[in-house]
């Protein structure tokens, strides 16, 4: 089973950047699927960006797609979720998650995936 910190958060101004991470322990990050969703308050979670396990393939939702972009590191056991060009649309919980799949499929729904982390508070202002 694996655990995942997320990590990265924070204020940041309307136009900025920022780089969440997902530190895997337990299991590699190359045994599963990896995703990123978002939560904004009074809002259902949303999908936002998956890595398949072999890291070959990667999705961005179409309309995040000119902005966001996911990434993995199998050394640190660690994936990334860049955010560049952040609008207070964006302000949200960012959850990490890892599914269980077969050979390269691409989940992009919350039920495929069966661990998640803590989430961390991303808040742009205007």
């Known amino acids: 089973q694996v655990q995942l910190v997320e990590s990265g958060g924070g204020v940041v101004q309307a136009g900025g950047s920022l ?18 969703f978002r939560q904004a308050r009074g809002k259902e979670r949303e999908f936002v960006s998956v890595s398949t396990k072999s890291g070959a393939i990667t999705y961005v939702t179409n309309s ?3 902005r966001f972009s996911i990434s993995r590191d199998d050394a640190k056991n660690t994936v990334y979720l860049q955010m560049n060009s952040l609008t207070p649309d964006d302000t949200a919980v960012y959850y990490c998650a890892a599914a269980d799949t077969r050979f390269d499929y691409l989940p992009d729904t919350s ?15 205007s």
């Open 19 to 36: 780089r969440l991470s997902c530190a895997a322990s337990g299991r590699t990050v190359k045994d599963y699927a990896m995703g990123w």
């Open 111 to 125: 039920s495929e995936f069966a661990y998640w982390g803590q989430g961390t508070q991303v808040t742009v202002s």
């Open 64 to 66: 995040m797609r000119e």
